[in-house]
């Protein structure tokens, strides 16, 4: 077990503001990732980590940053939030075996 | 071409059947891929890894065309809780980092 662990589980917000979720690893991981899974579209890499305040973007970057003091914690902020950004947003660690995925957020933007 | 794709189905099949699905891939210079399985309202899980000209776990054979770029995956004897989607993993062609198909439905059937 990875130990990833995201938080929150469910969020409901309004359009127009900031939203941060939190993405927690136990065992000390140097790549992270955050991804949106919608319907039609699988899972898309939002952006990703390499290390402590090591970060890039992925192919749905525009209206979310990301930060990452600790090798621990991947935090994912959406900058102010739009319904376009109503998903699941999944946390994700690699391995040699692939990726372990966190239990994923379930935002809706009203 | 999409880096990968795969067939939605739906696939529903009774219990005992064997099913089969593919993933096509547009890099050819992919090494390694993945079968993930997803559950509704969950977070994807790794179910197979094919490193060459494939791999077998009990009920579940995933096998690797490099000449077709395609990988399949073949599911036999179907129990009820094989019901889920089937997501196709290929590596993208630089960094730490995969390319997830849209996910292939499967319905096993009393």
């Known amino acids: 077990d990875a130990g990833i662990t995201q938080s929150p589980r469910h969020k409901v917000t309004e359009t127009g503001t900031p939203v941060t979720l939190r993405c927690h690893q136990t065992?000390?991981?140097?790549?992270m990732y955050w991804y949106r899974q919608d319907p039609g579209h699988g899972l898309r890499l939002i952006h990703y980590s390499y290390g402590v305040k090591d970060t890039d973007k992925g192919e749905v970057s525009d209206g979310y940053s990301v930060s990452r003091s600790k090798t621990e914690d991947f935090l994912l902020t959406l900058e102010s939030a739009t319904s376009s950004q109503t998903s699941v947003y999944f946390c994700?660690?690699?391995?040699?075996?692939?990726?372990?995925f966190g239990s994923g957020t379930r935002l809706t933007v009203v | 071409r999409k880096e990968v794709e795969q067939d939605p189905g739906p696939f529903n099949v009774p219990e005992g059947a064997t099913v089969a699905f593919n993933c096509t891939y547009s890099n050819s210079a992919s090494q390694s891929f993945f079968w993930y399985r997803q559950d509704c309202r969950k977070e994807p899980k790794l179910l197979m890894s094919?490193?060459?000209s494939g791999n077998e776990d009990g009920r579940f054979t995933a096998q690797l065309n490099r000449a077709s770029q395609y990988i399949s995956l073949l599911i036999r004897d179907s129990k009820l809780s094989d019901s889920a989607t089937y997501l196709c993993?290929?590596?993208?062609?630089?960094?730490?980092?995969?390319?997830f198909g849209t996910g292939t439905s499967l319905t096993v059937i009393p």
């Open positions: 993993v290929v590596p993208r062609p630089t960094g730490n980092q995969f390319y």
């Open positions: 065992e000390n991981h140097r790549y």
């Open positions: 094919v490193y060459s």
């Open positions: 994700a660690i690699s391995e040699s075996s692939g990726y372990t």
